[in-house]
């Protein structure tokens, strides 16, 4: 299951991914939930939107199979433990 999301692990040089689709050209301009972004466009059809204002970031991938929403860049996710952990017991 843990390899389902290799390719979201692997999304840390996008550079790399797009140029192994094929020619990668300016697709415009467009927004991203509410944001403004400018758009790269491989020869396969994969694009990436990249955040128009402050750090250039990819916020959005989109593939012919999925769309992947990129957020919170640098932050720390929050993390809520389940209401009943179950414990298991120390062997040292």
Known sequence: MANDFSTLSALTDISADLSSAGTVTSGGTGTVDGQSVVILKAADGTTVDIAGAGTAYPVQVRTDTAVYHLSDWNGVGTFTPP?????IPSTS
């Open 83 to 87: 209401p009943n952990p179950i414990v």
